[in-house]
């Protein structure tokens, strides 16, 4: 059972236009996330996160929001850019613990059309 | 620079055997992590540990073992039960939530091939 959803496999958007990529979880224990973005046959790069005590989390273009209510995060991306094409996956982890595990989504792949 | 490292990049197996890939962190962090990347399934956790001498399954463990005889060090070793070994694998480490948690820190993979 996938506790980390990314029902979108891909998005196209125009360059400069706002990218919005969403992310569902129904484990009601998860309480921080992250985003992370990666290029064909790199690693994972860290992008954004946002702990659940917050709704929204700012850094340059890159905006998380946490709907807690829905289950629901979305990563915004404004303006964006042709370098923005990647595969981004959302990651869900339980603190607290001592497991720190991150859950991940199976991604989506944001084209970045010039 | 403190980072993890992945070896080699690229790996070519001939069926039944076995092979190793290196996993390397000197970023001090407590725990560390394979993946296995297939398109369209995501990120899957084949193996992870904690601490040293001590590691767990994840959800897809068959067909591989791994070791943790040093803080650094995961290699993970991909044997002949693995019934279908060509992917992407990726090595990730991460700090404990004591000291502030950053999520995980990624290599940049090692792509196996199976010929």
């Known amino acids: 059972d996938q506790q980390v959803k990314q029902n979108s496999p891909s998005l196209s958007v125009q360059e400069g236009r706002i990218s919005i990529l969403n992310c569902d979880y129904t484990?009601?224990?998860?309480?921080?996330f992250l985003w992370y973005k990666k290029y064909p046959a790199e690693g994972p790069t860290f992008l954004i996160s946002i702990s659940s005590i917050k709704d929204k989390n700012e850094d340059g273009r890159f905006t998380v929001f946490l709907n807690k209510s829905a289950k629901h995060l979305s990563l915004h991306i404004v303006p964006s850019q042709p370098g923005d094409s990647a595969v981004y996956f959302c990651?869900?982890?339980?603190?607290?613990?001592?497991?720190?595990?991150?859950?991940f989504g199976k991604g989506t792949l944001l084209t970045v059309n010039p | 620079d403190g980072g993890i490292t992945q070896s080699p990049k690229y790996l070519f197996r001939k069926e039944g055997q076995n092979v190793t890939l290196s996993c390397e962190q000197n970023l001090n962090h407590d725990a560390m992590y394979w993946y296995r990347q297939d398109p369209g399934q995501g990120l899957r956790l084949i193996y992870y540990?904690?601490?040293?001498?001590?590691?767990q399954k994840g959800d897809i463990a068959e067909g591989y073992s791994v070791s943790r005889e040093k803080k650094e060090s995961f290699p993970l070793t991909v044997t002949s039960a693995q019934k279908n070994p060509t992917a992407f694998y990726l090595c990730?480490?991460?700090?404990?939530?004591?000291?502030?948690?950053?999520?995980?820190?990624f290599g940049s993979g090692t792509r196996l091939t199976v010929v």
């Open positions: 540990s904690q601490i040293v001498n001590d590691f």
């Open positions: 484990n009601s224990m998860f309480d921080y």
């Open positions: 990651a869900a982890s339980v603190s607290g613990g001592s497991n720190y595990k991150l859950t």
């Open positions: 990730a480490s991460s700090n404990s939530r004591g000291q502030g948690y950053y999520g995980y820190t």
